[in-house]
Nanobody, 124 residues
Framework: QVRLVESGGGLVQAGGSLRLSCAASGRTISSYVMGWFRQAPGKERDFVAAMRWSGGTKYYADSVKGRFTISRDDAKNTVYLQMNSLKAEDTAVYYC?????????????????WGQGTQVTVSS
């Protein structure tokens, strides 16, 4: 069992920055894929970014490429989402997700573990 706890959401003006954190506990996640998704009211849960805990390729949605960065801290067992140049359309609940066997990292159905979500609101 893996437990994920997000933090770092809040209210920010357009053009500002936020850093989301996802602290993982439970099982060893060195072989896991870690993903960030977001869901705005009335919309589906969309892919934002993903990476393998062991390193390698990082994946981003086109809408956030160049503005958001996913990274990890091994010592803290935490994955981050640095969000810069925020826009009103980035407003959503952001979720951290993990799994050790994923075919398509961009699809939420591939992830078995989810955090509770953290609200990000960008005012224009």
């Amino acid at each position: 069992q893996v437990r994920l706890v997000e933090s770092g959401g809040g209210l920010v003006q357009a053009g500002g920055s936020l850093r989301l954190s996802c602290a993982a506990s439970g099982r060893t996640i060195s072989s896991y894929v870690m993903g960030w998704f977001r869901q705005a009211p009335g919309k589906e849960r969309d892919f934002v970014a993903a990476m393998r805990w062991s390193g390698g390729t990082k994946y981003y949605a086109d809408s956030v490429k160049g503005r958001f960065t996913i990274s990890r801290d091994d010592a803290k067992n935490t994955v981050y989402l640095q969000m810069n140049s925020l826009k009103a359309e980035d407003t959503a609940v952001y979720y951290c997700a993990a799994d050790d066997s994923i075919v398509g990292v961009r699809f939420p159905t591939g992830y078995g573990y989810w955090g509770q979500g953290t609200q990000v609101t960008v005012s224009s």
